[in-house]
């Protein structure tokens, strides 16, 4: 069910590099209780998007306001209410499982209904929790860095390539728990099409780039 008193509304929303414009004039309503899919191919302006839309690179034009169960949000704090896993962000290395889990939810708050205790279980790496984070293999961290995101309380939840690594089973177990997230806005950048699959709407960058 959306939830209508949080979203994230675009108008005219630009970003342009030196003289390239990436997106225009996209001007877009993205509702709490819905997967957005934002695809197009390598290059198209994916990652940017995401990273203009979760407050970090600045627009070049247009404007962005966040609302969280009806209260606006400024967009120098929206950090605090916002998730993210992509390829190129890194885990530290140097940290356990656990240690990981701790120094980030000591941070962040857990989704309601979850526990410390259940994190490395719902994680499926119980059998590696005390291993380094530096010994673990790709499809691992990625299933780490899916779960930090998908694991904490936020209400803008950004999902770029979520498939990296992972095998077939991780990608049951991705899916299972993204579904169990309903109270967020959710949005999930990829050029492969079984990655977005399940989105209740999809933004072609190609229609953005004029
Ligand atoms: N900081 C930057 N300065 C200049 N150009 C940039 C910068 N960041 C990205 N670009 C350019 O913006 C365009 C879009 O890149 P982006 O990474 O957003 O695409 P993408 O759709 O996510 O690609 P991929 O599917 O390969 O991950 C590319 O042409 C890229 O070179």
Not at 41 to 49: F, M, Q, V, Y
Not at 153 to 174: M, R
Not at 178 to 201: G, M
């Amino acid at each position: 069910m959306a939830n209508l008193d949080t979203y994230l509304q675009t108008e005219k929303l630009g970003k342009r590099f030196n003289r390239e414009w990436i997106f225009k004039e996209l001007t877009y309503r993205f509702n709490a209780g819905k997967t957005y899919a934002i695809t197009g191919p390598n290059g198209s302006g994916k990652s940017t998007l995401l990273q203009v839309l979760w407050g970090q690179v600045p627009s070049s034009a247009g404007t962005l306001s966040y609302k969280v169960n009806g209260i606006a949000q400024p967009i120098d704090n929206i950090f605090e209410h916002v998730s993210i896993a992509t390829p190129y962000l890194d885990l530290i290395e140097e940290f356990t499982l656990i240690e990981l889990l701790d120094f980030h939810f000591k941070m962040r708050k857990l989704r309601p209904g979850l526990s410390m205790k259940e994190l490395p279980e719902l994680l499926e790496l119980a059998h590696a929790k005390d291993k380094l984070i530096g010994n673990y293999s790709s499809g691992m961290r990625q299933r780490v860095k899916l779960g930090l995101a998908m694991f904490t309380e936020a209400s803008f939840v950004f999902l770029d390539e979520p498939f990296t690594n992972l095998d077939e089973k991780a990608i049951n177990w991705y899916k299972n728990q993204l579904n169990l997230i309903t109270d967020s806005v959710i949005f999930v950048a990829s050029n492969d099409p079984r990655e977005y699959e399940n989105s209740h709407e999809s933004i072609k960058m190609g229609d953005f780039k004029f």
